[in-house]
């Protein structure tokens, strides 16, 4: 089933990203830096937000797309403060506490009152309210983004390096 997605080559190369260039046991599966090991529920998102490329933004939330192969699945998480409830489906996701792939997770993002993300397959939304690092401030229509920088197709990874500047 995985290698089926390796014979769609009609999909646009900016939406897939890289991935289908390289040989099937080389491709990077799970989006945390630190441990493969750990995709839901670690120390790190399910989702990489530096690779995501914005599609729609509007200041605090977005729209964006997740151009790799961890992105088969469903992953979601919803904040108030540092409480957060979490949820991953995604193959080889290690168990969430207390339900498996449904946890609590108490965590400190900064300074974002409200946050939440939801990922389907390559569709990735996030809202922080105010923007923290996972969701910059950025105003973007139709994969054209207006600001912070302008461009075509930005990951989200050249907005956070704007916006350290």
């Known amino acids: 089933c995985i290698r089926a997605l390796f014979l769609v080559r009609e999909i646009p190369q900016f939406l897939v990203g890289s991935f289908l260039q390289q040989p099937f046991n080389k491709v990077p599966f799970y989006s945390n830096k630190t441990s493969p090991a750990i995709m839901c529920g670690g120390n790190d998102d399910a989702v990489d937000e530096e690779q995501l490329i914005l599609c729609q933004a509007c200041c605090c939330s977005n729209c964006a797309i ?3 192969l961890d992105a088969l699945g469903v992953s979601g998480k919803a904040g108030i403060c540092c409480c957060n409830l979490e949820c991953c489906c995604k193959p080889g996701a290690p168990c969430l506490v207390p339900f498996g792939c449904v946890g609590v997770k108490c965590e ?6 409200i946050n939440s993300q939801c990922q389907l397959c390559c569709i990735v939304t996030s809202c ?5 690092e996972e969701v910059p401030l950025a105003v973007t229509l139709l994969g054209l983004t207006l ?6 197709c930005i990951k989200q990874k050249a907005l956070k390096e704007e916006m350290s500047r």
């Open 108 to 113: 400190n993002d900064g300074c974002s009152i």
């Open 66 to 68: 997740y151009p790799r």
């Open 128 to 132: 922080a309210i105010p923007c923290n």
């Open 147 to 152: 600001y912070p920088r302008v461009g075509c």
